[in-house]
């Protein structure tokens, strides 16, 4: 859905350096997601946000932070990146209401490669 | 901590036949499990889900079914296309909890002409 769109697409970085993964929705949806993608280990759920100004961890949150000043961004920051940190990442977003009321829409991914 | 298994790892169907994928979950609490299509390089994509009031749910070829007592539900895919071909994963969500949210390690089906 061209409605939540992630850049970088693809990043190659160092290890030790800070790096800002971005996610932006134009349907002004309350709830959205960063999720990790590994083999093996499916999508696992790093940080969410409620609404502006309000995120919380998720499964796997350790060398992440967010923030959520706009209801339509939430920037994803590794600030010293590590190995162990390469993955897919895919944010996500829905609108109102209980988990199951509506689905999420998952943004493109962003592949990230740290050397 | 919580977790969700998922079976098998891979899958390989004749045309036409049907294919089964299995979710096993460990926290009683969930109480709504959607199922993601995930083709080569592309997103996520929502293509069933179901809730825990109801223990089976259809749309068109794909059928969701769910065993609270047992706390596990399968995907059904009958007559199944080259199109289908694709990553399966399944989740068990806390309806009123966005931090808990535990996918499967994902299925490989694949659909042989």
């Known amino acids: 859905d061209a409605g939540i769109t992630q850049s970088p697409r693809y990043k190659i970085t160092e290890t030790g350096r800070q790096v800002t993964l971005m996610c932006h929705q134009t349907?002004?949806?309350?709830?959205m997601f960063w999720y990790r993608q590994d083999l093996g280990h499916g999508l696992r759920l790093i940080y969410y946000?409620?609404?502006?100004?309000?995120?919380d961890k998720g499964e796997v949150p350790d060398g992440y932070v967010v923030s959520r000043s706009k209801t339509e961004n939430f920037p994803l920051t590794l600030e010293s990146a590590t190995r162990s940190q390469t993955s897919v990442y895919f944010c996500?977003?829905?609108?109102?209401?209980?988990?199951?009321?509506?689905?999420?829409?998952f943004g493109d991914g962003t592949r990230l490669s740290i050397l | 901590g919580e977790n969700v298994e998922q079976h098998p790892s891979t899958l390989s169907v004749q045309e036409g036949d049907s294919a089964v994928i299995k979710c096993t979950y460990s926290?009683?609490?969930?109480?709504?499990f959607p199922w993601y299509k995930q083709e080569l390089g592309k997103r996520p994509q929502l293509i069933i889900d179901?809730?825990?009031?109801?223990g089976e749910k259809k749309d068109q070829r794909i059928a969701v079914t769910l065993n609270k007592t047992a706390k596990h539900f399968s995907l059904h895919i009958t007559e199944t296309q080259p199109e289908d071909s694709a990553v399966y994963f399944c989740?068990?969500?806390?309806?009123?909890?966005?931090?808990?949210?535990?996918f499967g390690s994902g299925t490989r089906l694949s659909i042989r002409p």
């Open positions: 996500a977003s829905k609108g109102q209401g209980g988990l199951g009321d509506q689905p999420q829409h």
């Open positions: 349907w002004s949806h309350s709830y």
């Open positions: 946000s409620a609404a502006a100004d309000i995120t």
């Open positions: 926290d009683s609490a969930s109480n709504y």
């Open positions: 179901i809730r825990s009031n109801v």
């Open positions: 989740a068990a969500i806390l309806y009123s909890s966005a931090s808990k949210i535990i």
